[in-house]
């Protein structure tokens, strides 16, 4: 099981868990519906890894506990970062960047929560938006976000999907130089305050 999941308790449901809580995926087709992952961080280099959602108005990314849970990540607000599936990441309405079409492909995301700083990867060498950080990429700027920052997830379409990996079991791709896994033991570590409205959680057998 991955260190973090996501929480049913921060959701602005219909939507299904499975998987340990590790998988989430959009029940209805006409509004946004996001959750947030049970670990944010206001310290730390952290990574973990997620698949894009296919189609054009779900997305996979990062954000603070007062983002919004009910309009598209990143895209409709600026307490939050989106990567949609042609591969434009979006914070506040601004796009950053394409490496072309993700649909329901792995990434890695890299985050710095002291200095707000991000870098995305699509595969175990290529880095996309703000370069290979151990190469001097200089990442994306998320300095525009306070507090604790948090993986993310927000679906619009029926079975919009994705899954949180963030253990040596279930990435990919490695784990870069000088980065913990998404919710290990130490640095910072802020659950959210559950004030939103509780989901189903579904475990298979």
């Known amino acids: 099981m991955p ?3 996501w929480n049913p308790a921060d959701s602005g449901g ?9 998988t989430v995926r959009r029940t209805h087709t006409g509004s946004y519906r996001g959750i947030r992952g049970t670990v944010g961080y206001t310290t730390g280099l952290r990574y973990f890894e997620g698949f894009v959602p296919a189609r054009g108005e779900g ?5 603070s506990a007062e983002a919004p849970l009910d309009n598209s990540l990143g895209y409709s607000n ?10 434009t990441l979006y ?6 960047g394409s490496p072309g079409g993700l649909d329901e492909q792995r990434v890695g995301f890299l985050v710095n929560a002291a200095t707000r700083k991000l870098w995305i990867r699509t595969s175990a060498t290529v880095w996309s938006h703000g370069g290979d950080p151990a190469a001097g990429g200089a990442g994306i700027d998320f300095s525009h976000i306070s507090g604790a920052i948090f993986p993310m997830f927000t679906g619009h379409y029926t ?6 990996f963030s253990n040596t079991e279930t990435i990919e791709f490695g784990l870069p130089a000088g980065a913990s896994f998404w919710g290990d033991e130490g640095g910072t570590v802020t659950p959210p305050t559950p004030t939103r409205k509780p989901i189903r959680s579904v475990r298979w057998f």
């Open 3 to 5: 260190n973090a999941v």
């Open 14 to 22: 219909e939507l299904e868990l499975t998987n340990d809580n590790a």
């Open 59 to 63: 997305a996979f990314g990062v954000g």
């Open 78 to 87: 600026d307490r939050s970062l989106g990567l949609y599936n042609d591969g």
């Open 91 to 96: 914070t506040g309405g601004t796009g950053y």
């Open 159 to 164: 079975d919009d999907t994705t899954t949180l």
